[in-house]
């Protein structure tokens, strides 16, 4: 049994203070639906667990098993068991997929795969996602479509085994059958007992995987903490209702605070902000 | 020409194949391609870098390949220029370079269009790390007359360390027309963002780096079909990055 321990956690992302103090616990076989408006801290918050040196913490700590891992690099984060499905994954030219994979899977290892192993794996993997095997000698993610990334995520998350698993909006780009894949993977990963923190706009897929609790995040905080009740109140009146029942005013007004399902994350505002 | 000159020719009709792995004896190829000849030539270097000097002259309808996997050390300057002055003369030239250390290397490759129908095709690949110096150069030009001709010039570098400097300038110099030109230089830091998704997944800095410096020459390793040198560029991405 592991414990994610987050506690008063502040993240700056281009000297703009995205997280304002994050409490959170996640144990292993536990899921979290996390969800907020866009540019409320959901992607920083993941991005900072993973350790992207572009989100840099000022405050706070998150400990794994009481590890402090703001004390560790990426690599030993992801060696210690985290895994960030991403809502971007980066097209690396000329890297292939397999060989990521096999260097991926070594980097854990004592002894190597044998090819024989490694192969037998991939093909295994492949077929559970509904991935074309031949992908795995193209370039990483390079003219993938955008369900085939999200795929592909869901795909290195399976191989990977990670005690806990975040994914960013992993769902989207997604159609129904690729969604019932992705989310048939994901419940066969938390009858493993892995840990889940999901962010995503949509009720669909949340509908689809069996959840713990529900968080909801505003100006950089947990501000909401139940049940799905409060993902079907979400899909049907996005998050005024914050505002009029909590009492908390919604800083950072999006594009459209109404809309669910809006694709501008607090990266790229905190970029423009700054600029 | 310099001292030691390896002549190669090859007679009209007629078509070779010519790997050259070991430059200690060659400082210049001179190279002559009869109408309708076909020569691949296939260079690699794993040594000691050192100055090159190559001229090609093609003929009616002749054609090079020319491969080059530089994975040498130290300084060097390689000069390239391919005439092609007969019509329908194709020449196409393919370079992956990693320069590593304090590693100093020029490459300036010209194609001469001087005939209708032409075609000179280019496409430098190199990676720049620690404090290397590596540059990319060349002027392809296609004179009055030499209508229908294609030319490419593509040279792209990636900057893997703050202390190593780049430059990609090849230059196009047309005269004529009726003729497609194109043109591509591109030197880039090394994603923040790319090392990020690789360690994200376990992987050290030092593997991550590796993983794309081989991804990123690897390509040249292709054209040769003999296993040792693919071997070779694997265990030479393997130690020197």
Same mark, same amino acid.
């Given at each position: 049994?592991?414990?994610?321990?987050?506690?008063?956690?502040?993240?700056?992302?281009?000297?703009?203070?995205?997280?304002?103090?994050?409490?959170?616990?996640?144990?292993?076989?536990?899921?979290?639906?996390?969800?907020?408006?866009?540019?409320?801290?959901?992607?920083?918050?993941?991005?900072?667990?993973?350790?992207?040196?572009?989100?840099?913490?000022? $405050?706070?700590?998150?400990?794994?098993?009481?590890?402090?891992?703001?004390?560790?690099?990426?690599?030993?984060?992801?060696?210690?068991?985290?895994?960030?499905?991403?809502?971007?994954?980066?097209?690396?030219?000329?890297?292939?997929?397999?060989?990521?994979?096999?260097?991926?899977?070594?980097?854990?290892?004592?002894?190597?795969?044998?090819?024989?192993?490694?192969?037998?794996?991939?093909?295994?993997?492949?077929?559970?996602?509904?991935?074309?095997?031949?992908?795995?000698?193209?370039?990483?993610?390079?003219?993938?479509?955008?369900?085939?990334?999200?795929?592909?995520?869901?795909?290195?998350?399976?191989?990977?085994?990670?005690?806990?698993?975040?994914?960013?909006?992993?769902?989207?780009?997604?159609?129904?059958?690729?969604?019932?894949?992705?989310?048939?993977?994901?419940?066969?990963?938390?009858?493993?007992?892995?840990?889940?923190?999901?962010?995503?706009?949509?009720?669909?897929?949340?509908?689809?995987?069996?959840?713990?609790? $529900?968080?909801?995040?505003?100006?950089?905080?947990?501000?909401?903490?139940?049940?799905?009740?409060?993902?079907?109140?979400?899909?049907?009146?996005?998050?005024?209702?914050?505002?009029?029942?909590?009492?908390?005013?919604?800083?950072?007004?999006?594009?459209?605070?109404?809309?669910?399902?809006?694709?501008?994350?607090?990266?790229?505002?905190?970029?423009?902000?700054?600029? | 020409?310099?001292?030691?000159?390896?002549?190669?020719?090859?007679?009209?009709?007629?078509?070779?194949?010519?790997?050259?792995?070991?430059?200690?004896?060659?400082?210049?190829?001179?190279?002559?391609?009869?109408?309708?000849?076909?020569?691949?030539?296939?260079?690699?270097?794993?040594?000691?870098?050192?100055?090159?000097?190559?001229?090609?002259?093609?003929?009616?309808?002749?054609?090079?390949?020319?491969?080059?996997?530089?994975?040498?050390?130290?300084?060097?300057?390689?000069?390239?220029?391919?005439?092609?002055?007969?019509?329908?003369?194709?020449?196409?030239?393919?370079?992956?370079?990693?320069?590593?250390?304090?590693?100093?290397?020029?490459?300036?490759?010209?194609?001469?269009?001087?005939?209708?129908?032409?075609?000179?095709?280019?496409?430098?690949?190199?990676?720049?790390?620690?404090?290397?110096?590596?540059?990319?150069?060349?002027?392809?030009?296609?004179?009055?007359?030499?209508?229908?001709?294609?030319?490419?010039?593509?040279?792209?570098?990636?900057?893997?360390?703050?202390?190593?400097?780049?430059?990609?300038?090849?230059?196009?110099?047309?005269?004529?027309?009726?003729?497609?030109?194109?043109?591509?230089?591109?030197?880039?830091?090394?994603?923040?963002?790319?090392?990020?998704?690789?360690?994200?997944?376990?992987?050290?800095?030092?593997?991550?780096?590796?993983?794309?410096?081989?991804?990123?020459?690897?390509?040249?390793?292709?054209?040769?079909?003999?296993?040792?040198?693919?071997?070779?560029?694997?265990?030479?991405?393997?130690?020197?990055?």
């Amino acid at each position: 049994m592991s414990v994610l321990k987050i506690s008063n956690l502040h993240v700056n992302v281009e000297d703009k203070e995205i997280l304002s103090g994050v409490d959170l616990t996640l144990k292993s076989g536990e899921t979290v639906a996390l969800l907020g408006p866009n540019g409320h801290g959901k992607s920083t918050l993941l991005q900072a667990i993973m350790g992207n040196p572009r989100y840099k913490v000022t $405050t706070g700590q998150i400990l794994l098993d009481g590890e402090d891992m703001l004390k560790m690099r990426v690599d030993e984060r992801a060696k210690a068991g985290i895994f960030l499905g991403m809502q971007y994954p980066s097209e690396v030219a000329g890297v292939t997929s397999a060989d990521f994979l096999r260097a991926s899977l070594n980097a854990r290892r004592e002894k190597p795969l044998s090819l024989f192993e490694f192969y037998r794996l991939l093909d295994t993997t492949y077929k559970r996602m509904g991935i074309p095997f031949e992908m795995a000698n193209r370039s990483l993610n390079e003219g993938f479509s955008g369900g085939e990334k999200k795929r592909n995520e869901i795909l290195q998350m399976i191989l990977l085994e990670p005690r806990f698993a975040l994914l960013d909006e992993i769902d989207s780009g997604l159609d129904i059958d690729a969604m019932t894949v992705v989310a048939e993977a994901i419940k066969g990963e938390q009858e493993k007992g892995r840990g889940f923190l999901i962010v995503s706009h949509y009720a669909r897929l949340y509908n689809m995987i069996n959840l713990t609790r $529900t968080i909801v995040m505003v100006n950089g905080k947990i501000a909401v903490s139940g049940g799905p009740e409060i993902i079907a109140k979400i899909d049907a009146q996005g998050y005024e209702w914050i505002k009029a029942e909590l009492g908390i005013d919604i800083e950072k007004e999006g594009p459209d605070m109404s809309s669910v399902s809006i694709g501008i994350c607090a990266t790229k505002e905190a970029v423009r902000d700054g600029k | 020409m310099a001292n030691n000159t390896r002549k190669i020719t090859v007679d009209d009709c007629r078509s070779d194949e010519i790997i050259i792995d070991d430059f200690t004896a060659i400082d210049a190829l001179d190279i002559c391609l009869g109408s309708g000849a076909v020569l691949t030539l296939k260079l690699a270097n794993f040594g000691v870098g050192k100055n090159l000097e190559i001229a090609a002259t093609l003929k009616d309808n002749a054609e090079l390949l020319a491969i080059m996997a530089d994975f040498s050390s130290g300084k060097s300057a390689v000069h390239v220029r391919v005439d092609l002055a007969g019509i329908n003369a194709r020449g196409t030239w393919k370079l992956s370079s990693l320069a590593r250390g304090d590693d100093d290397k020029h490459f300036d490759v010209s194609f001469n269009h001087l005939s209708p129908n032409t075609s000179g095709l280019m496409d430098n690949y190199g990676v720049a790390r620690d404090s290397s110096r590596l540059v990319f150069s060349g002027v392809n030009e296609i004179v009055k007359g030499a209508k229908n001709s294609k030319t490419r010039q593509s040279a792209k570098i990636i900057v893997f360390d703050e202390g190593a400097i780049a430059k990609a300038d090849p230059q196009l110099r047309i005269g004529e027309n009726k003729v497609e030109a194109s043109h591509a230089a591109i030197v880039g830091k090394l994603s923040d963002e790319h090392l990020f998704y690789l360690m994200s997944r376990g992987l050290s800095l030092g593997e991550a780096k590796r993983l794309i410096t081989y991804g990123y020459l690897k390509p040249i390793a292709d054209y040769f079909a003999d296993e040792k040198v693919k071997s070779q560029i694997a265990r030479i991405v393997e130690e020197r990055v």
